[in-house]
């Protein structure tokens, strides 16, 4: 137990710590959260191969696995500064306030930092000083009442006891029963501190309780006839929300109050615009379907889905605006100071790209950009799709590289002709088999879809209904399927005439390309 205490002191130490930090976020700014900025940190200055294998492996569930690693290297480094301050109590506090300034630094590293941010780091490495000088007090005391027993044994065997000078086997127990409830009692108290901060966090979530308010007209937009097989394994036309993909940089959801949302549009502009939610609404509306896919995504991957989305045209907006000539790049930026760059052309060229506030029926979902989010059709979201949308700046790509761009991603991003096959698994029964999948070239279509079983001819498959060329297709071929292991490919051909290329390449700097196959056994 001896042994255990200095480790212990300083987990509580820590535990305490962040459970103060959480508490004044919550009741400042939730995002503001020292393990949030550091996290937010680490995400920025991953190198790209180590994002990559982090979607590959973990897919939406990387920010998890991300601030599962923060939280148990913070864990390692209390159990150090814990032993150290027990050599060394000076040790303690240096250490403490070691994290608390990386946590000052990463705060005020964010796009979007105040002097309020670094609160509740400043809050919570004076609770962390406090505490590990506390239960170190405590946890040397309780070292020196044992040194003080084991000398006493010793000389105990070699001499008759001297009265009043046994510390006592009870003495020395209760002493370590009241240190070890010390420290659990900091222990539950810090766990009910920081559980209770992230509840109240949650509570008080601002656009949360904003998207409630927001009441959508009923869509009188009917499922396109014909667009939906309904084949069991086959992915809808449409994609619910809470399985609609969700990749971006934000480990906490920004929060945004839409009756303050303001959407600011400046830069190479005739007349700046700033409008509100209001106000926006207030405009046309266009409702439309709309494919979205993840530049991420690899050959067969599931990032990607199509929602109706309810919003107004952007193309409107800048025309109002005055872009000047020159100006090729329309730069977005969240709330949360993420940027994409989008090229001036595709948002002028008659496509159907929007100011999105509605998705399936319902206001657009915090996690998918509440208040607002831009959908552009035929473009990759990293340079096209900014949530929770708060500024456009029109410039030009010379003069501004975007967040991904940055990390060597290109800076236009079209979306390549590209196809998956869904169904069958990894087994099938022998006869007629339905091969089946989904197949996208937004804004320009898909044409043809062919079906490769083994080295065989391609066989053409029959085509769902295409509402319009900015969704993906679904696809359907009844594969007489003989008893065996096989190996089926597909291929699409767009709405131009060009093949979907077989060559095989990853996603940087790009989008992925080849052709998605699986193996069936057959029995």
Not at 148 to 166: I, L, M, N, W
Not at 250 to 261: C, E, H, I, K, R
Not at 427 to 440: C, D, I, L, M, T
């Amino acid at each position: 137990m001896r042994k255990l205490t200095p480790a212990l002191t300083g987990l509580v130490s820590a535990g305490g710590a962040l459970a103060v930090a959480e508490l004044v976020a919550a009741w400042l700014n939730p995002t503001s959260s020292p393990v949030l900025a550091v996290g937010a940190a680490v995400v920025d200055l991953t190198p790209q191969w180590a994002k990559e294998l982090a979607i590959q492996l973990f897919g939406t569930n990387d920010k998890l696995f991300l601030l599962t690693v923060i939280y148990l290297s913070l864990a390692a480094y209390a159990v150090l500064v814990g032993i150290l301050a027990q050599l060394r109590p000076w040790a303690g506090p240096v250490g403490v306030a070691l994290f608390g300034a990386v946590g000052v630094a990463a705060a005020l590293g964010r796009p979007t930092a105040g002097p309020a941010d670094v609160l509740p780091t400043v809050a919570g490495t004076l609770a962390g000083i406090w505490l590990i000088l506390f239960l170190g007090k405590r946890a040397r005391a309780l070292a020196d009442s044992a040194d003080e027993f084991a000398e006493y044994v010793h000389e105990q065997g070699k001499r008759a006891p001297t009265p009043g000078r046994e510390p006592g086997r009870r003495a020395l127990a209760r002493d370590q029963r009241r240190s070890f409830l010390v420290l659990g009692g900091f222990a539950v108290g810090a766990l009910a501190l920081g559980g209770g901060a992230r509840l109240w966090a949650v509570a008080r979530s601002v656009g949360t309780r904003s998207r409630e308010a927001v009441k959508l007209p009923v869509s009188t937009m009917p499922t396109p006839e014909g667009a939906d097989l309904r084949l069991p394994g086959l992915s809808s036309f449409h994609t619910e929300n809470r399985d609609f993909y969700r990749i971006d940089t934000a480990l906490s959801v920004p929060q945004v109050d839409a009756g303050a949302w303001q959407l600011k549009i400046h830069g190479m502009v005739d007349r700046p615009v700033t409008i509100s939610f209001d106000e926006l609404r207030a405009r046309p509306t266009l409702e439309r379907d709309i494919t979205l896919n993840c530049v991420s995504n690899e050959v067969g991957g599931p990032y990607i889905g199509t929602a109706r989305w309810l919003g107004v045209s952007l193309g409107a907006l800048l025309r109002e605006a005055g872009v000047k000539p020159g100006a090729d790049q329309v730069v977005s930026r969240s709330t949360d100071g993420w940027t994409c760059g989008t090229p001036v052309a595709t948002l002028l060229d008659g496509r159907d790209a929007m100011l999105a506030y509605g998705m399936n029926g319902e206001p657009l979902p915090v996690e998918h950009g509440f208040p607002v989010r831009m959908i552009v059709p035929g473009l990759y979201g990293y340079v096209s799709a900014c949530k929770w949308l708060a500024e456009l700046e029109v410039t030009t790509f010379a003069e501004f590289d975007a967040y991904w761009v940055r990390r060597g991603w290109s800076a236009l991003g079209p979306v390549k002709t590209a196809s998956r096959i869904d169904t069958p698994g990894g087994r099938a029964k022998a006869g007629p088999v339905s091969v089946a999948g989904v197949a996208w070239a937004q804004h320009r279509g898909i044409s043809k879809v062919e079906v490769q079983v083994d080295d065989g001819p391609w066989q053409e498959a029959r085509l769902a209904a295409e509402p319009t060329v900015d969704t993906w297709r679904q696809w359907v071929h009844v594969w007489d399927a003989t008893p065996g292991s096989h190996r089926l490919r597909v291929r699409a051909t767009d709405g131009t005439g060009a093949l979907q290329t077989s060559e095989r390449v990853g996603v940087v700097p790009d989008g992925a390309t080849g052709w998605h196959e699986v193996t069936v056994a057959v029995s």
